[in-house]
T-cell receptor, first 111, second 114 residues
Framework: AQRVTQPEKLLSVFKGAPVELKCNYSYSGSPELFWYVQYSRQRLQLLLRHISRESIKGFTADLNKGETSFHLKKPFAQEEDSAMYYCALSLPSGSARQLTFGSGTQLTVLP | DTEVTQTPKHLVMGMTNKKSLKCEQHMGHRAMYWYKQKAKKPPELMFVYSYEKLSINESVPSRFSPECPNSSLLNLHLHALQPEDSALYLC?????????????FGPGTRLTVL
């Protein structure tokens, strides 16, 4: 069955430290993966798409098909990075696609 | 206009009330979605409309009734809800094409059922 696993429910790092939010997926096909971020009292926002291979707000994520992972990384965390982060897998479903979300990781960046 | 908008922001209703949630986008997206999100949990898909037709219904109780009057508008009609239906209801939209189809979310309607 298709599944997204984020093993860390909570993650705390100090400002300026590197941060890595883990995401593993289970899918037999070619995966389409996303990272979404939800800041306090704000809407769920797209952070990264694996297909774009881009860096947003200093975050990067590389798809590792061998390890079925799509970990989110940032070399120097900032306090404004504190938020809930969701990894999501896009799957075909009928004429549309649907997102399967991981359970989320609450990141807290300490001063 | 590059955002998904949702009204109302907050809604309190009794178990016998009938109310509706509204979602709108003007990005030319042809797929629209309803999600339910409980506190500190990921969004759970409820319904998907693709080209104004209901494409996916994730076994949602009939007290939730979606409607897509046109390609820009999505409603969720609520009737005889239970207190456990209290949650943040999120709307999203996407182009509706291709593997790289990306969903964009509205701010949500926070629903409280008394």
């Amino acid at each position: 069955a298709q599944r997204v696993t984020q093993p860390e429910k909570l993650l705390s790092v100090f400002k300026g430290a590197p941060v890595e939010l883990k995401c593993n997926y289970s899918y037999s096909g070619s995966p389409e993966l996303f990272w979404y971020v939800q800041y306090s009292r704000q809407r769920l926002q797209l952070l990264l798409r694996h297909i774009s291979r881009e860096s947003i707000k200093g975050f990067t994520a590389d798809l590792n098909k061998g390890e079925t992972s799509f970990h989110l990384k940032k070399p120097f965390a900032q306090e404004e990075d504190s938020a809930m982060y969701y990894c999501a897998l896009s799957l075909p479903s009928g004429s549309a696609r649907q997102l399967t979300f991981g359970s989320g990781t609450q990141l807290t960046v300490l001063p | 206009d590059t955002e998904v908008t949702q009204t109302p922001k907050h809604l309190v209703m009794g178990m016998t009330n009938k109310k509706s949630l509204k979602c709108e986008q003007h990005m030319g997206h042809r797929a629209m979605y309803w999600y339910k999100q409980k506190a500190k949990k990921p969004p759970e898909l409820m319904f998907v409309y693709s080209y104004e037709k209901l494409s996916i219904n994730e076994s949602v109780p009939s007290r939730f009734s979606p409607e897509c009057p046109n390609s820009s508008l999505l409603n969720l009609h609520l009737h005889a809800l239970q207190p456990e239906d209290s949650a943040l209801y999120l709307c999203a939209s996407s182009l509706g094409q291709g593997m790289t189809d990306t969903q964009y979310f509205g701010p949500g309607t926070r629903l409280t059922v008394l």
